[in-house]
C-alpha cells in the first residue's frame, strides 16, 4: 500500500494515523505541495481534485481521507472502527460529515491561514472553529468518544485538526472535555502524532 501524503496536511494525518492504528504497512509518498504536485497530470490521474491523501492499494486507488477511513475498515473487516448496524454506522457517519464540514471550514482553514498563507478571514474562521468545538464539547460531557462506546473512525476523522487547532490560532484550553478525549486517542495503540509546527499559540506539554 502506498498513502500520498504531507506531513502537514491534517487530511493525510487521519489517513496515515488510521492505517497505524490497524497496523497496516504503508508506504508514504510525500507529494511536494509547495512544488504543486498534487495538481500535476501524474497525480490528477490517481485524484482528479487534486488533492492530498491518496491511497493505493495494490493498484485500488482511494481518495479522499473520509473515504480512506471507511475503505481500510471495510477491508480490514475492522467492525468495531465501523459499525455495521444501522444505528452504529449512522452515528459514525454523523461525525464524518462534521471532520468534512465543520472542522474543514473552521479549525482546518484557521490552519490554513496560518500555517499555508491562505486568504480566509482569520477572525471568521476563527470564531467558526469555536462553533463546532462547543458543539463537540457538549457531545463529549457524557462520553468517551465521539460515536460509539469505543473509538471509531470518527474519532479518527476529527482528531488531527482538532489536536492542531492552536496553530491556526484557536485557543483550545477551555475545552476540557475535548483535550482529555484528544489524550485518549493519543494513548491508543499505535498512535501515530501529527507534526507540529511552531505556529500560533504555543501548545501545553
Ligand atoms: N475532502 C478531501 C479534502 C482534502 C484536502 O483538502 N487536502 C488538502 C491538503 S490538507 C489539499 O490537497 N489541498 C489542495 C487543494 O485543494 O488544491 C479529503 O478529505 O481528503
Known amino acids: 500500500m502506498k498513502l500520498y501524503y504531507h506531513p502537514l496536511s491534517g487530511h493525510a494525518h487521519r489517513a496515515r494515523l488510521f ?31 487534486g488533492q492530498l491523501p491518496v491511497l493505493d492499494d495494490d ?41 468534512a464540514g465543520e472542522i474543514a471550514y473552521g479549525p482546518c482553514a484557521a490552519r490554513l491561514v496560518t500555517i499555508f498563507g491562505a486568504r480566509f478571514d482569520a477572525d471568521e474562521v476563527i470564531a467558526r472553529a469555536h462553533v463546532i468545538l462547543q458543539r463537540i464539547e457538549a457531545a463529549l460531557e457524557s462520553r468517551q468518544w465521539i460515536a460509539a462506546d469505543h473509538p471509531t473512525i470518527a474519532d479518527v476523522a476529527l482528531y488531527s ?23 485518549r486517542v493519543e494513548a491508543l495503540p499505535g498512535f501515530v502524532a501529527f507534526q507540529k509546527t511552531a505556529i500560533g499559540i504555543p501548545e501545553a506539554a
Not at 78 to 89: I, M, S, T, Y
Not at 164 to 179: H, K, M, W
Open 19 to 49: 492505517l497505524s492504528l490497524l497496523g497496516q504497512q504503508a508506504e508514504l509518498v510525500e507529494v511536494d505541495l509547495a512544488a504543486r504536485a498534487h495538481k500535476a497530470p501524474d497525480f490528477l490521474k490517481l485524484n482528479p481534485f
Open 59 to 99: 493498484g485500488t486507488i482511494i481518495a479522499d481521507s473520509n473515504a480512506i477511513l471507511v475503505y481500510l475498515a471495510k477491508k480490514t473487516g475492522a467492525k468495531d472502527w465501523l459499525p455495521e448496524d444501522p444505528q452504529g454506522a449512522a452515528a459514525v457517519q454523523r461525525w464524518l460529515s462534521v471532520a
Open 161 to 183: 485538526y482538532i489536536a492542531r487547532a492552536p496553530e491556526g490560532n484557536v485557543d483550545r484550553s477551555a475545552y476540557t472535555n475535548i483535550n482529555a478525549w484528544l489524550k
